[in-house]
């Protein structure tokens, strides 16, 4: 197989990382400024291993064009970017050169499938899901022998997969093969974007309880308004799809939700708390365009949402006293 991964943050390497292991010739895609470190390879830890004896992905070539693409007959090119680095004007020339790869789309919004189908045919794309952690390490109170980028697996939780078979079923040999549990799957769009609606309300009250569960647990209101936000994410989707939201998301309670924040820190092997902050923190562009989609899905249907409304405008609060404080 040859593969192209598309951005060298965590998730690029930790996919490309995997993929090199499972047999793969990978090459990488990134912005020009980052080319001469991506180059020289990455170090990656298994956070079960702990942060020390890291082992490396060195791409076999760094591109950082779409004229670098000629002639290079990919089989599969992974997207590994938010949603808000997808929606750039870069895509479009990027795609045209593309020739017979199928491109594996991770950015997991709404309205990504939609953006994508503007270039490329529907029989040439699939979509993943990501299932695994992967970040920049060390998170504020961890040491490491060197920098690079820590992973973790849940337990039986595949990295899944959806498109056409002659491309994928290689794909999720191959990654299965390096270490990452995969599998393909006919529902990854419904389960990216039911999974999608009940994480981003809660990343969103999280942030504004100063990403702390217990501050989460301890006000009620935060509490009721995330069960509301959730509420509403859901029948965003429902509309969206014209599915139905699965069985477990139709039991949740603030209840459930606040023993949910509990389990949190005693599963992970790292702190998740810490872990969060950083990660949306970093991609909190992407978080604030997920509650866009889904006001604008719910307008289309004549939907109040009063819930996603107060959310977002406390991000708009605490965007504007981070723009005074700088």
């Known amino acids: 197989m040859k593969a192209l991964i598309v951005g060298a943050g965590s998730v690029g390497q930790l996919y490309g990382f995997c993929l090199a292991n499972g047999g793969a010739e990978v090459d990488v895609y990134v912005r020009p400024k ?33 004229d670098d693409l000629a002639g290079n007959d990919y089989d599969v090119v992974i997207l590994c970017i938010p949603s808000t680095g997808l929606r750039g004007d870069w895509f479009e020339p990027f795609a045209s050169a593309l020739g017979e790869a199928t491109l594996v789309s991770l950015s997991p919004a709404l309205k990504d499938r939609e953006f994508v189908g503007q270039f490329l045919p529907s029989e040439s794309v699939g979509w993943g899901l990501i299932t695994s952690v992967s970040y920049p390490a060390p998170l504020p109170g961890e040491e490491v022998s060197e ?21 994928i079923d290689p794909l999720v040999s191959v990654l299965s093969k390096g270490g990452m549990a995969s599998k393909r799957t006919s529902d ?31 006000d009620r209101a935060a509490m009721k308004l995330l069960h509301a936000g959730i509420q509403e994410t859901l029948e965003s989707v429902e509309h969206a799809l014209g599915a139905t939201r699965p069985f477990p998301t139709r039991m949740l309670s603030p209840m459930i939700l606040s023993g949910g924040t509990r389990m949190a820190n005693m599963v ?19 978080t604030r365009l997920f509650f866009q989609d889904y006001l604008e899905q719910r307008q289309a249907h004549d939907l109040e949402s009063p819930a996603l409304s107060e959310i977002l405008e406390g991000l708009k609060t605490l965007d504007q006293a981070d723009q005074s404080d700088k």
């Open 268 to 286: 992970s092997p790292f702190d998740m708390e810490v872990y969060l902050q950083v990660h949306f923190t970093k991609v909190g562009d992407q």
């Open 147 to 167: 920098p690079g980028t820590a992973y973790w697996f849940p337990p039986m939780a595949p990295a899944i997969f959806q498109g056409p078979p002659e491309s």
């Open 34 to 66: 980052y080319a001469e470190d991506a180059a020289q390879g990455f170090a990656l830890f298994d956070r079960k291993r702990g942060l020390s004896n890291p082992e490396r992905f060195v791409p076999d070539a760094v591109l950082t064009s779409p």
């Open 188 to 218: 990854v769009t419904e389960k990216s974007s039911f999974g999608s609606a009940v994480l981003m309300p809660s990343i969103a009250v999280m942030e504004l309880k100063g990403w702390s569960f217990a501050a989460m647990r301890a």
